[in-house]
Nanobody, 115 residues
Framework: QVKLDESGGGLVQAGGSLRLSCRVS???????MGWYRQAPEKQRELVAS???????NYADSVKGRFTISQNNAYNTVYLQMDSLKPEDTAVYYC??????????WGQGTQVTVSS
């Protein structure tokens, strides 16, 4: 059974920083990992992803402020969030995709940025 364990959300003032972590366990051949977010009454959107060959993508809204990375075992993904803005407030979900294109999601962690 594949499991995604997220941590690191919380409440921070605008301009502050948070670091999210997500560890993937279970039998899975990971080809991509990333973070999505969903704000109230909005659709879930990609924040950042990292794939095979260290291919990285960021949403335009977070470029230059957020940094995605992985550990050496490629089973943990991190999201360093700096210069946070109130519009970054959302539930952040860890996501991974395996070699057979199956997708798995974490339970979500709340990030709240106060102005």
């Amino acid at each position: 059974q594949v499991k995604l364990d997220e941590s690191g959300g919380g409440l921070v003032q605008a301009g502050g920083s948070l670091r999210l972590s997500c560890r993937v366990s279970g039998r899975i051949s990971i080809v991509a990992m990333g973070w999505y977010r969903q704000a109230p009454e909005k659709q879930r959107e990609l924040v950042a992803s990292i794939g095979v060959g260290h291919r990285i993508n960021y949403a335009d809204s977070v470029k230059g402020r957020f940094t995605i990375s992985q550990n050496n075992a490629y089973n943990t993904v991190y999201l360093q969030m700096d210069s946070l803005k109130p519009e970054d407030t959302a539930v952040y979900y860890c996501h991974t995709r395996d070699f057979n294109t199956r997708e798995y999601w974490g339970q979500g962690t709340q990030v709240t940025v106060s102005s």
